[in-house]
């Protein structure tokens, strides 16, 4: 990982990165903001610095033949039976902007101390929703007062959806285990250890098998 000094646009990246478990717990309007904001923040940097090397990755590759055979199938239903509507082609097309985060995200967390900003963040806001898990598990509502619609699930922020147990799955043990790969001393080994026990009991509590 390469070490330099951070500048406004490293700064903005990392305030994007940093609250993307935000928007994702938001929905899914916020969600598709940020994806267009990094896609559009990694093009134009693309662009200026003249660096196209992942566009010969092997892997961008692949998932660019089947970003392609995803819109072609879309537009081949459409005609065979235009009753569909449009909607298949349109997702089929915006489906791009997930293919663009694998070259997106190297690229632009290229340095260890935005890498770090970023996650010492979502190690706050895990620690959050944990404490929120914990909260409606024994009150019957979270921090903010939202109940679950079935009573039986913890949503915690998330509310209406049954996918805390997910989220904390997906941020939870990435952001420990990222924290792990620094020489820490026993104290920080100590909390980060517990952190991630309580991630794994929190998912438990949540009720989600999948996860």
């Not at 082609?89 to 489906?95: A, D, H, N, V």
């Not at 007062?145 to 913890?154: C, E, Q, V, W, Y």
């Given at each position: 990982m390469i070490s330099?000094?951070?500048?406004?646009?490293?700064?903005?990246?990392?305030?994007?990165?940093?609250?993307?478990?935000?928007?994702?717990?938001?929905?899914?309007?916020?969600?598709?903001f940020y994806l267009l904001c990094i896609f559009l923040i990694?093009?134009?940097?693309?662009?200026?610095?003249?660096?196209f090397n992942w566009l010969k990755n092997k892997n961008f590759i692949i998932l660019s033949i089947f970003y392609l055979y995803i819109c072609l199938n879309s537009f081949f239903n459409y005609f065979i039976n235009p009753s569909?509507?449009?909607?298949?082609?349109?997702?089929?097309?915006f489906f791009l902007k997930f293919i663009i985060l694998f070259p997106a995200?190297?690229?632009?967390?290229?340095?260890?101390?935005?890498?770090?900003?970023?996650?010492k963040f979502w190690l706050f806001l895990?620690?959050?929703i944990i404490i929120d898990i914990f909260f409606e598990k024994y009150t019957g509502s979270?921090?903010?007062?939202?109940?679950?619609?079935?009573?039986?699930?913890?949503?915690?922020?998330?509310?209406?959806e049954n996918v805390v147990g997910a989220f904390?799955?997906?941020?939870g043990f990435i952001t420990t285990i990222f924290f792990f790969q620094n020489k820490l001393t026993e104290k920080y080994k100590i909390i980060?250890?517990?952190?991630?026990?309580?991630?794994?009991?929190?998912?438990?509590?949540?009720?989600?098998?999948?996860?």
């Amino acid at each position: 990982m390469i070490s330099k000094k951070l500048d406004i646009k490293d700064n903005f990246i990392i305030i994007l990165f940093a609250t993307l478990p935000i928007a994702i717990i938001i929905g899914n309007f916020f969600i598709n903001f940020y994806l267009l904001c990094i896609f559009l923040i990694f093009i134009f940097n693309a662009l200026k610095t003249k660096s196209f090397n992942w566009l010969k990755n092997k892997n961008f590759i692949i998932l660019s033949i089947f970003y392609l055979y995803i819109c072609l199938n879309s537009f081949f239903n459409y005609f065979i039976n235009p009753s569909f509507g449009y909607d298949g082609i349109l997702r089929s097309l915006f489906f791009l902007k997930f293919i663009i985060l694998f070259p997106a995200i190297p690229f632009l967390l290229d340095k260890k101390e935005i890498l770090e900003k970023i996650f010492k963040f979502w190690l706050f806001l895990i620690v959050i929703i944990i404490i929120d898990i914990f909260f409606e598990k024994y009150t019957g509502s979270n921090l903010l007062g939202f109940k679950s619609l079935d009573g039986t699930r913890i949503t915690s922020f998330f509310y209406d959806e049954n996918v805390v147990g997910a989220f904390l799955f997906g941020f939870g043990f990435i952001t420990t285990i990222f924290f792990f790969q620094n020489k820490l001393t026993e104290k920080y080994k100590i909390i980060l250890n517990s952190i991630l026990v309580l991630v794994f009991f929190s998912i438990l509590l949540t009720g989600e098998r999948s996860a």
